[in-house]
């Protein structure tokens, strides 16, 4: 019996084809409906193309980063805003040091030092169940700081599950403890991913656009350490909020009464057994990594070396470091442009687009009308204000992509802040953060997704979690922003 012909799948699913047909009609009925005498021609361009943009984004009809470049196109053509300050964006110096981080992400991945760092940190802290979650936290934050989310995630996950196999194999926790085990311990690579990443600029996407923007249209340059200084404190509250909820809350372990222990687990012996001893290559990787950190860190106390060198100058500089020192394996370097198959491009042209609208908004006059709108909020205390940021952003990024979010709101908050007198930094930085807060649902971000794949959680064990997570971010970004921004920034 000859079997039919399978038809080929269609290249665009129902969400897609809504996105297709929703982002053009948007688009021309923002730009005649608008009256000129309301808005003129530069500014209705740019809205008419972000909303376009955004359509595209939210609805991925086409590739998210393909969409980014729309604005390259579309604003320069219909004469919304000059070519050069369109392009300029998509080579703005904080794609440049997300760059670098990218790339010496990738050496840290390919020699294993990521796993290494993790099953010694494991190994430190303990074998009892609190502590093995505890473990994975800190190692997870600490690797999200510098790699992103995702990637952190999709490393730190088969050291998870090895360690629930492992624990359940030898019935060391059985029934609810090793559910309670599991479902902690998996949760604690996601949440401390995405945790981790709001400490520094170069692991959180919202963060780089918020860094990108403030350089661009506010002429300020928002340095690693002051970054740090004012985010560290917010990831280091959120981690500890996150340790205590999946410990003595959600998925607490008892065995009589008492902590439950995992006893000595061979596991984290063997894998490090076959990572071998520290290596030649995981030395250099860790030079060049360190030395990188030290001058983001040095860089801005030097005198007046900080006005002109950038931090994206310092990770490209950590970056090249890798193309030149040579491998033990021979004939190889560190790192060889072959590995750059593996750099995220479409996430650095992502936060050119997000920048290009954002000039879009600045040189055409559009956050002039934006400003306008928001000028309802003026009687609002400035606390306020930041508390209905925080809460929205929150809601809105549960949804849709991060990435998305912060490309839309952060020049929003740039014209909000202009319109209401104040200085736009702290909102800019209420709305990265959070944005790059989302704890709720599988496909709220890519750690989520990474480890309910696992079949370990159900989506109301996320969820439930999320929650707490949420109001936990609402209450710490906002009194952050609001007190500690202000000390660290000096505004």
Same mark, same amino acid.
């Given at each position: ?162 360690? #629930? @196999? &492992?624990? =359940? *194999? $030898? ?5 609810? !403890?090793?559910?309670?085990? +599991?479902?902690?311990?998996? /949760? ?79 596991? #984290? @012996? &063997?894998? =490090? *057994? $076959? ?5 030649? !290559?995981?030395?250099?990787? +860790?030079?060049?990594?360190? /030395? ?200």
């Amino acid at each position: 019996m000859i079997e039919p012909e399978k038809q080929p799948e269609s290249s665009y699913n129902r969400r897609n084809k809504i996105g297709l047909i929703l982002g053009p009609v948007l688009f021309l009925l923002t730009y005649f409906l608008i009256p000129d005498s309301v808005m003129g021609h530069e500014p209705r361009v740019v809205l008419a193309v972000t909303l376009l943009v955004a359509t595209f984004w939210v609805t991925e009809a086409i590739p998210m980063a393909a969409a980014s470049l729309v604005p390259i196109v579309l604003i320069p053509v219909l004469q919304g805003a000059e070519m050069g300050t369109i392009a300029s964006a998509y080579a703005n110096p904080v794609i440049f040091m997300y760059a670098g981080g990218f790339v010496i992400a990738i050496a840290i991945e390919k020699w294993n030092l990521h796993r290494r760092i993790a099953l010694n940190i494991i190994q430190m802290i303990g074998s009892e169940s609190q502590r093995i979650i505890l473990g994975i936290i800190i190692s997870t934050a600490a690797i999200s700081m510098f790699v992103s989310n995702a990637a952190t995630a999709l490393m730190m996950l088969p050291v998870a599950i090895a360690l #629930i @196999k &492992e624990v =359940k *194999e $030898k019935n060391i926790l059985t029934g609810d !403890n090793l559910q309670h085990f +599991s479902k902690s311990i998996l /949760l604690s690579v996601a949440y401390a991913a995405t945790i981790g990443g709001l400490a520094t600029i170069v692991a959180a996407v919202p963060n780089a656009v918020l860094a990108g923007i403030a350089y661009e249209q506010l002429g300020r340059t928002v340095t690693f350490v002051e970054w740090f200084m004012f985010a560290g404190p917010v990831a280091l509250l959120m981690l500890v909020v996150l340790y205590f909820y999946l410990t003595r809350m959600a998925f607490k372990i008892t065995n009589n009464g008492e902590e439950g222990d995992t006893g000595n687990l061979d596991f #984290i @012996k &063997e894998e =490090k *057994e $076959k990572l071998g001893k520290f290596n030649y !290559n995981e030395a250099m990787v +860790s030079i060049a990594f360190g /030395l990188t950190v030290i001058l983001w860190v040095s860089i801005p106390f030097i005198g007046s070396l900080g006005d002109f060198i950038h931090d994206g100058a310092i990770a490209v500089f950590g970056a090249l470091l890798l193309f030149f020192i040579p491998s033990s394996k021979k004939g190889e370097r560190i790192l060889e442009w072959q590995d750059m198959t593996r750099l995220p491009w479409g996430v650095l042209i992502l936060f050119g687009g997000g920048m290009a609208i954002a000039a879009g908004f600045s040189s055409s006059g559009l956050n002039d009308h934006i400003g306008e709108i928001l000028q309802m909020l003026e009687g609002l205390h400035f606390f306020f204000i930041i508390l209905l940021l925080v809460v929205i952003v929150l809601a809105i990024t549960e949804i849709l992509s991060n990435t998305a979010v912060a490309n839309l709101v952060i020049p929003l908050t740039l014209g909000m802040g202009i319109a209401l007198g104040i200085d736009p930094l702290p909102l800019m930085a209420a709305a990265a953060l959070a944005a790059g807060s989302c704890y709720m649902l599988p496909v709220a971000t890519p750690p989520n997704t990474a480890v309910f794949s696992a079949g370990y959680l159900r989506i109301d064990d996320m969820a439930k979690a999320g929650v707490w997570l949420n109001l936990a971010s609402i209450i710490i970004i906002t009194a952050a922003v609001y007190w500690w921004m202000p000390i660290v920034f000096g505004l």
